[in-house]
C-alpha cells in the first residue's frame, strides 16, 4: 500500500473587481518569488473558479505529513520578496479558508 500524502487546498476569496489584479499581481511578484524561493515544489497548481462561489483564487500543494507542511508555511512567510507580495495581496482577499485532506489508499495522485 502506497504512503498516504496530506493535500492542503486554499481558497482566497477575492473581492469583487479585485481578480485582474490578484493575478498580475500573482504573476508578476508571487509566483515569482515562490519559484526563486524554491518554495514552488510542494504546489500541485492555481485555479480560479469559473463556476459555482465566483471570485475565488485556489492553490493546492502536497506534502508528505504536516511537519513538513508547517516547515514550509514557516520557511515561506521568512521569505522577504514572497511577504512583500503577500502584503499586497491581502487587501485584496476577504476571506480564506484552508483545507487539509490526505490522499485515499488507491487511486491516481497528482
Do not use: C
Not at 518569488?33 to 485556489?58: M, R
Not at 522577504?80 to 507580495?85: A, L
Amino acid at each position: 500500500m502506497a504512503e498516504l500524502e496530506l493535500y492542503e487546498r486554499r481558497t482566497y476569496d477575492v473581492h469583487v473587481g479585485q481578480m485582474s489584479k490578484v493575478l498580475e499581481l500573482y504573476s508578476n511578484e508571487g509566483w515569482p518569488a515562490l519559484e526563486a524561493g524554491g518554495h514552488s515544489k510542494f504546489l500541485v497548481g492555481y485555479f480560479v473558479s469559473d463556476t459555482g462561489p465566483l471570485h475565488q483564487l485556489i492553490h493546492i500543494w502536497r506534502f508528505n505529513n504536516d511537519a513538513e507542511r508547517r516547515d514550509f508555511w514557516k520557511n515561506l512567510f521568512t521569505d522577504d520578496d514572497f511577504m512583500s507580495f503577500a502584503v499586497q495581496l491581502r487587501p485584496l482577499l476577504q476571506k480564506q479558508e484552508i483545507q487539509l485532506m490526505q490522499s485515499a489508499p488507491w487511486g491516481p495522485r497528482p
